[in-house]
């Protein structure tokens, strides 16, 4: 069975564009989180979903968002791109809410 | 507040060792932990994982404690080689089952000697 898939793998942008992340999880799981991961802040939890609903948020600004599609596939997005957003963005499916998270590769952000 | 913290950021073991990794969390109401392996370059890969209902388990050549008097997790890697050099991080979900958001620790970093 083939593993969480990101794309892209890695990506740069400028400050203040947007950017759309990928996520497509293990076949069968319904409920994908997003968590950013930085050498300071270390992995923090961005979002979670399942069935297409939002269930749980992390504390970061409202530039952050996602969204899940019926496929289980989910995006995520951040607007108005600042440099403390570099990042590496991991995202992680699980069968159902409160089973084992397997995470993705990741895609690196990097904010010039 | 929320966080889940590491004794050490640094490990270093020679080669057939036996490693322990220890971790504290501080949310009395998590009541599911993880523990992940991350390689450079990858996502963290899903070792073993313990309920709160439960305080050992045992997997291949790893084992996970969990001691909930004093909310301290640990994980023992049995002869260490090579590829378990890695950073290993803990990780609870403070909001039980219902939920799917999981805090991680900081991480160790494990180094093998040969």
């Known amino acids: 069975k083939a593993g969480v898939t990101q794309t892209p793998r890695y990506l740069i942008k400028t400050r203040g564009q947007q950017v759309t992340l990928s996520c497509s999880p293990i076949s069968g799981h319904r409920s994908v989180s997003w968590y950013q991961q930085t050498p300071g802040q270390g992995l923090q939890f961005l979002f979670e979903?399942?069935?297409?609903?939002?269930?749980n948020k992390g504390n970061f600004p409202g530039r952050f968002s996602g969204r899940q599609f019926s496929n289980s596939r989910s995006e995520m997005n951040v607007s108005t791109l600042e440099l403390g957003d570099s990042a590496l963005y991991l995202c992680a499916s699980s069968f159902g809410v409160g089973e084992t998270q397997y995470f993705g590769p990741g895609t690196r952000l990097l904010v010039l | 507040g929320e966080s889940v913290g590491l004794h050490l950021p640094t490990l270093s073991v020679q080669e057939g060792d036996n490693s322990i990794i220890n971790c504290a969390y501080s949310n009395s109401a998590s009541d599911y932990f993880i523990w992940y392996k991350q390689e450079s370059g990858k996502g963290p890969q899903f070792i073993i994982d313990i309920r709160s209902n439960m305080d050992k388990r045992q997997g291949q050549r790893v084992t996970v404690l969990l001691n909930k008097t004093v909310k301290h997790l640990s994980l023992q890697i049995a002869a260490t080689q090579p590829g378990d050099s890695a950073v290993y991080f803990c990780?609870?979900?403070?909001?039980?089952?219902?939920?799917?958001?999981?805090?991680f620790g900081q991480g160790t970093r494990l180094t093998i000697n040969p």
């Open positions: 979903y399942f069935s297409e609903t939002q269930r």
């Open positions: 990780a609870e979900n403070p909001l039980g089952q219902g939920a799917q958001k999981l805090v």
